[in-house]
Nanobody
Framework: QVQLVESGGGLVQAGGSLRLSCAAS????????MGWFRQAPGKEREFVAA????????????YYSDSVKGRFTISRDNAKNSLYLQMNSLQPEDMAVYYC??????????????????WGQGTQVTVSS
């Protein structure tokens, strides 16, 4: 059974930093896309960042939403089967439940939540102003 377990959420002041972790088990995602989404109360789940293996060039590519570009960094450690999200310069508008996602499917937009068929339970990020 595949599981994604997030950790690292919490309360931080505006301008502060947090590092989210996502530990995968039951399957490796070395050559699959993994990403982070977030959902604030009353809003739809939105794309934050993704890390995708491009077999044609033999490298990983990172994608970010415009709202987090330059502040957040996505990375992965295949040896630990884990995904990370370093979040700097956090703002109140970043406050949300953050979800780790992974996909064993081919095709689809990397920024679209329908691309992903595995999801974690989410971790809360609260930013005080």
């Amino acid at each position: 059974q595949v599981q994604l377990v997030e950790s690292g959420g919490g309360l931080v002041q505006a301008g502060g930093s947090l590092r989210l972790s996502c530990a995968a088990s039951g399957r490796t995602f070395r050559h699959d896309v993994m990403g982070w989404f977030r959902q604030a109360p009353g809003k739809e789940r939105e794309f934050v960042a993704a890390n995708e293996w491009r077999g044609s060039v033999g490298a990983y590519f990172a994608y970010y939403s415009d709202s987090v570009k330059g502040r957040f960094t996505i990375s992965r450690d295949n040896a630990k089967n884990s995904l990370y999200l370093q979040m700097n310069s956090l703002q109140p508008e970043d406050m949300a439940v953050y979800y780790c996602a992974a996909s064993s499917l081919s095709g689809g937009r990397t920024t679209d939540h329908s691309r992903y068929n595995y999801w974690g339970q989410g971790t809360q990020v609260t930013v005080s102003s």
